[in-house]
C-alpha cells in the first residue's frame, strides 16, 4: 500500500453544519472524513485525515508529512488568501500537493480569488461541497496510477 495520503483542513472547518451552510452544504467535517476514507478505501489508499485552526500546527503537519505521505490534499480555509508561510511550507514537498474548496472561491468576493497556495499545488478543485474532496482522492489515484474500482 502507498504512503498515507494527507488531509488537511484549516481554520473554521470543524464548524461546517452549523457554518454559514447556504454556502459551505450541511455536512460536518466528521461527514466529509467519512466519504473519503470510504472512497480511499475503495482505491487501496491510506488517510490521514486532520483539521486545525492553528497555522503554526499546519505548518508543523507539513514539515512532518516529508517522506511520510503519498500526497497532500489541503483545504486551507482562510489561510489560503493570507498565508506565504503555508506557500512556502508547501513547496518543501515532493509529493502532489491538492488544493480543495468547498465552495467555488470564484463567485464570492475579490479577497477569496487569490490563493498563495494554488503555487504549490498540482491542481485545485472548488465549488463541489464535500464533493470536492473525493475529486481531490481521485485526482490523487489518478496521478499515483491507481486505477479505481467503480
Ligand atoms: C474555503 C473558502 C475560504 O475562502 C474560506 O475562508 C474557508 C473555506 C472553502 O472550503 O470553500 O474557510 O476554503
Known amino acids: 500500500m502507498p504512503l498515507p495520503v494527507l488531509v488537511l483542513n484549516g481554520p473554521n472547518l470543524n464548524m461546517l453544519g ?5 454556502v459551505y452544504g450541511r455536512q460536518t467535517l466528521a461527514d466529509i472524513e467519512a466519504d473519503c476514507r470510504a472512497r480511499a478505501g475503495a482505491l487501496g489508499l491510506e488517510i490521514d485525515f486532520r483539521q486545525t485552526n492553528s497555522e503554526a500546527e499546519l ?3 507539513v514539515h512532518a508529512s516529508r517522506g511520510q505521505a503519498s500526497a497532500v490534499v489541503i483545504n486551507p480555509a ?7 508561510a503555508l506557500l512556502d511550507a508547501l513547496l518543501l514537498l515532493d509529493v502532489p500537493v491538492i488544493e480543495v474548496h468547498l465552495s467555488n472561491v470564484h463567485r ?3 479577497f477569496r480569488r487569490h490563493s498563495y497556495v494554488s ?6 478543485i ?6 470536492s474532496y473525493i475529486l481531490a482522492i481521485d485526482a490523487v489515484a489518478s496521478i499515483l496510477g491507481i486505477a479505481p474500482e467503480n
Open 108 to 110: 464570492r468576493e475579490a
Open 18 to 22: 452549523v457554518r454559514q451552510p447556504e
Open 59 to 61: 505548518l508543523g503537519w
Open 78 to 84: 482562510a489561510f489560503t488568501h493570507t498565508s506565504i
Open 126 to 131: 472548488c465549488g463541489f461541497g464535500g464533493q
Open 119 to 124: 503555487q504549490a499545488a498540482q491542481g485545485v
